[in-house]
C-alpha cells in the first residue's frame, strides 16, 4: 500500500525568524506512514526567508508569488504547487507544530468520510500571566504593555473589561478600559524566576488605578500625560488556548472556540465545529477538489470562514481533535487591532454574510456595520469637544473604507451566492477512493 501524501502550505509574508521555526517544526513531523511535501509560498516579503529557506532546508519547495496576494491567494498558489496529494495542512508562519501533530488529524480523516477538516487544538504560544486592572473612573487607555523590557503589547489579550479600541495619542489605536478589566501578559522566555512587568496607561482626567497579579499589587494615578506601573509576575504561567474550532454567532461573526480560556481539558473532547481555522488544519484532498480553492478577494481574514462555510453547504462537517496540537504567536504579522485588521475584519465579515448568510442576516449585517460608523462620528466629536482638540477619526475612516470596498464587491457575490446555490442543489459528498 502506497504512504499517504501530505502536502503542507506555509505562506510568509515578512515573518523572518518565526517562518523559518514554523518549516522546521514541520519538517520534525512524526510521518509514520506518510510522504510529506512542504511548500513556502513567500508574498513579495523584504526578509531574507527565502534566501535562508533555500540555503538551510533545501528539502522545502519555495514558490515566489511576486506580490503580496494574500492569505488566501498565497494559500491557492501553494495547494497548486503541492501537485497530486492525498491530504493538505495549512500551517500559519507564526505557528509551530508538535512533533505528533499530524498523525491524529490523519486517523480523524480516516475514520469519517465525510469530514473534510480535521481541526487541531490551537494554543497560543508561551505561558500568560493574568493581570487584573481596577480604576476608580472608566476609560483609562492602555498604551504599550512591557516584561523585562520587552514590549509585548500585540501580544497581550484583554479578556474582560475592554471598552473597545479608539484612537490614541500620536496616532496609534488603544485599548480602553472600563473601572474593571482583566489582562493577559505573555511570560518572556528567559526572563528571571519572577519576572516584572511595565504598564504604559494615560486617562482624560486624573484616576487611581491598582494592578495586581496573585498577591502582587502595584499602584499609580494616572492623567492625561500618562504614568507607568508595574507589578511583579509568577515565574510560570497558565497555557491559553487560540482555537479548537470556529463557531459562527450572532450578527454572521465567526469566533474560536475557547479563546483566551485556560488549556484545563474543557475542549478536550473531540466534536464537530461549523468552521476550521487556517492557522493550523488539515484537509481532505476530495474536499478542496469539491469546494474549489479559497476566494482571492478576501485576502485576509474569514477566508478559512468562508471556505469552511461553501463546503458545509455542500454537505461536508469538519472535526475538532484536541490530541493534535499547535501552538500560534497571534497577530504576528497584522497586529490585533491595527488599522489593516480591523479594515479586513469588518469588510470580509459583510462579505462573507452577503454570500452565504439567509438575505435578512445579510442586510443586518451591513445595516448594523453601518450604524456602529456613525456612533462611532458621534463619539469621536465628543471625544474632541471634551478634551479640546480636533477629533480623531482614523476608526470611522477605516470603517468607510471597508463600507465602499463591500459596495463594490457585493455584486459579485451575489453573483457567487448564485453560483454556490447552483452547485448545491443535489451535492452529494464523494468518499475518498479504495486504498491504492
Known amino acids: 500500500m502506497a504512504p499517504t501524501t501530505v502536502g503542507v502550505v506555509v505562506v510568509n509574508y515578512n515573518g523572518g525568524d518565526l517562518t523559518l521555526r514554523t518549516l522546521r517544526s514541520v519538517l520534525a513531523t512524526e510521518t509514520r506512514g506518510v510522504s510529506l511535501r512542504v511548500v513556502l509560498v513567500d508574498n513579495a516579503s523584504s526578509d531574507d526567508v527565502v534566501a535562508r529557506v533555500r540555503a538551510e532546508l533545501p528539502a522545502v519547495a519555495v514558490v515566489e508569488a511576486g506580490a503580496n496576494r494574500g492569505f488566501a491567494g498565497g494559500c491557492n498558489l501553494g495547494i497548486r504547487a503541492l501537485g497530486a496529494v492525498d491530504r493538505v495542512a495549512l500551517v500559519n508562519n507564526d505557528a509551530r507544530v508538535d512533533r505528533g501533530w499530524l498523525l491524529p488529524l490523519l486517523d480523524a480523516l480516516e475514520r469519517d468520510h465525510d469530514v473534510g477538516a480535521a481541526c487541531p487544538k490551537i494554543l497560543l504560544d508561551g505561558e500568560f500571566a493574568r493581570l487584573t486592572l481596577s480604576a476608580s473612573h472608566r476609560g483609562v487607555e492602555l498604551l504599550r504593555v512591557c516584561v523585562d523590557g520587552t514590549d509585548v503589547t500585540n501580544r497581550s489579550r484583554v479578556v474582560s473589561g475592554s471598552d473597545g ?15 474593571a478589566a482583566t489582562l493577559l501578559v505573555p511570560l518572556t522566555d528567559d526572563g528571571p524566576s519572577e519576572r516584572g512587568s511595565r504598564l504604559e496607561l494615560a486617562s482624560a482626567r486624573a484616576t487611581e488605578v491598582t494592578v495586581a497579579c496573585g498577591d502582587a499589587t502595584s499602584s499609580v494615578t494616572v492623567g492625561p500625560r ?15 488556548l487560540n482555537n479548537v474550532g470556529t463557531d459562527l454567532v450572532d450578527g454572521r461573526f465567526g469566533a474560536d472556540r475557547g479563546y483566551l480560556e485556560p488549556d484545563d481539558g474543557r475542549y478536550d473532547a473531540p466534536t464537530d465545529v461549523f468552521a476550521w481555522c487556517g492557522a493550523g488544519v488539515l484537509l481532505r484532498g ?22 469552511s462555510w461553501r463546503g458545509r453547504e455542500r454537505g461536508w462537517r469538519y472535526r475538532t481533535v484536541p490530541g493534535s496540537v499547535v501552538r500560534h504567536v497571534h497577530s504576528s504579522t497584522t497586529a490585533t487591532g491595527s488599522t489593516l485588521t480591523e479594515y479586513y475584519n469588518g469588510r470580509n465579515h459583510l462579505l462573507v454574510a452577503i454570500r452565504h448568510a439567509p438575505a435578512s442576516d445579510a442586510c443586518a449585517a451591513v ?3 453601518a450604524l456602529a460608523t456613525m456612533s462611532y462620528v458621534a463619539r469621536d466629536l465628543r471625544e474632541s469637544a471634551r478634551h479640546r482638540r480636533r477629533p480623531r477619526l482614523g476608526d470611522v475612516r477605516t470603517r468607510l473604507r471597508a463600507l465602499v470596498s463591500v459596495a463594490r464587491l457585493a455584486p459579485s457575490m ?23
Open 286 to 307: 476530495a474536499y478542496l477538489d469539491d469546494v474549489g480553492p479559497f476566494d482571492e478577494r478576501l485576502f485576509l481574514y474569514y477566508e478559512d470562514l468562508e471556505l
Open 165 to 179: 479600541r479608539a484612537p490614541g495619542p500620536a496616532g496609534q489605536r488603544v485599548e480602553r478600559l472600563g473601572r
Open 367 to 369: 445595516l448594523g456595520y
Open 414 to 436: 451575489l453573483l457567487s451566492r448564485r453560483r454556490d446555490r447552483r452547485r448545491t442543489v443535489g451535492a452529494v459528498v464523494r468518499p475518498d477512493p479504495p486504498d491504492r
Open 226 to 240: 500618562g504614568a507607568t506601573v508595574g507589578v511583579r509576575l509568577p515565574a510560570t504561567g497558565a497555557t491559553i
